[in-house]
């Protein structure tokens, strides 16, 4: 009995009974987009949302964007390793999917250092990943999939050959890093950008799939993706991955220091999901996230984060204290509580711009208030920052 080719699991059937991928070219050169039939979904309830990732990876295209160096590809590498064994990594636990990484950018070797200290990290058996994680050097390879051809966007023969591997291997996330070495197309056109997500979209059809686009930054100041507003309208999400958050001044702004092993994973944009973020710390060469597994909710989030902070803040208060030094919330003084601290070394892992939002929510909620603390050499009273707890 043929398989029927109008319907999803139709199609799916046809792919097993052909042996995978070759049916999956046919196929898409045989199906025509249908309307949907409102009459038959009309007695049924639509399937929920799949994620791969609650909140941070469901099917679709996401934009993956940072600077040169920050840790973009470690983070996939270790995301994909997380992923394929269901553990908890840049969101909650996950049902385990599989992944292919093609990564344009990293010798075999510097790949499998990676992997390795992944494994170590999580501790997880290199050998059990196999058929979850298939990991691709395509270091010094030619690795375009399309091509500007007389002012027309054109797929190559790649495309076809990674439409057939995705199908292939089943693959449920994949991760192309980065898109300046798979893309030659115009980067600033709206229209070959918009073709060519849409492209990757449908490398797989009839279940759930998603694409990770890595890409880089412009160099203009406070830029969180380069090229056309396409490569962020056409993805579904938009990952930005930065020593600091995207809203907060840079350090030459405020004086603060940037944190070297301090990093930012920024959701910055999602259809289906709330904004969000995760603190990150290098350590052996990794991204570790740092709040708990089951924190890695929503706002819930940036909840801990703040509580975390505040205690720094306290704590690094309390420190300075003890040396004798009397803090205040005067910008312009050279006491101001958030200087001391990262001149002090007391806010790592946080900088300056935290630490200044920390005290203002301690301040706001009484536990820091502004008293007099000392007097000048003309007996004039001193104002600074007290803790409730502590005596003047």
Same mark, same amino acid.
């Given at each position: ?39 038959? $979904? ?20 996401? $934009? ?111 991760? $192309?890093? /980065? ?6 197309? /115009? ?11 849409? $492209? ?32 962020? /309208? ?15 001044? #840079? ?5 603060? #220091? ?15 999901? #709330? ?8 350590? /052996? ?78 301040? #706001? ?28």
């Amino acid at each position: 009995m043929k398989a029927d080719l109008r319907t999803y699991g139709g199609i799916d059937a046809a792919i097993l009974a052909a042996g995978g991928a070759k049916a999956v070219v046919d196929l898409q050169e045989r199906r025509q987009p249908r309307p949907l039939d409102l009459v038959r $979904l009309a007695r049924q309830k639509a399937p929920d949302r799949v994620w791969f990732r609650q909140d941070w990876l469901a099917g679709g295209a996401t $934009l993956f964007a940072g600077k040169g160096g920050e840790g973009k590809s470690t983070v996939v590498i270790h995301e994909a390793i997380c992923g394929a064994v269901g553990s908890a990594h840049v969101g909650a636990a996950c049902a385990p999917y599989t992944s292919l990484i093609w990564n344009c950018e990293d010798e075999h070797d510097d790949l499998w250092r990676t992997t390795e200290r992944v494994c170590e990290h999580q501790q997880i058996d290199m050998a059990s990943l196999a058929g979850k994680v298939h990991i691709v050097s395509r270091y010094g390879d030619d690795n375009v999939l399309m091509k500007e051809v007389h002012r027309s966007l054109e797929p190559t023969a790649l495309l076809k050959r990674l439409r057939e591997e995705v199908n292939d291997l089943g693959v449920d996330m994949l991760w $192309l890093d /980065n898109v300046a070495h798979l893309f030659a197309g /115009n980067h600033d056109d709206r229209t070959q950008v918009t073709q060519f997500i849409n $492209l990757m979209n449908g490398l797989v059809q009839g279940r759930p799939f998603g694409v990770v686009l890595v890409a880089h930054v412009s160099r203009a100041l406070g830029s969180e993706f380069s090229g056309s507003v396409a490569w962020e /309208n056409a993805a579904r999400m938009r990952w930005y991955l930065g020593s600091r958050l995207p809203d907060q001044r #840079s350090a030459a702004d405020d004086g603060s #220091s940037e944190t070297a092993s301090l990093r930012y994973l920024a959701k910055r944009k999602s259809n289906y999901s #709330s904004r969000d973020y995760i603190r990150m710390n290098m350590r /052996n060469g990794l991204l570790i996230p740092e709040v708990p597994d089951d924190s890695h909710v929503g706002g819930i989030v940036r909840a801990v984060d703040d509580k975390r902070a505040d205690q720094f803040c306290i704590d690094g208060f309390k420190r300075l204290c003890a040396l004798g030094i009397r803090t205040t919330d005067g910008k312009t003084s050279p006491d101001f509580l958030p200087t001391q601290m990262v001149a002090k070394g007391f806010a790592t892992p946080y900088n300056k711009s935290e630490m200044v939002g920390a005290m203002n929510r301690l301040m #706001s909620r009484g536990i820091f208030i502004r008293a007099e603390v000392a007097k000048h050499a003309n007996r004039s009273p001193k104002f600074g920052l007290q803790l409730k707890e502590l005596p003047v």
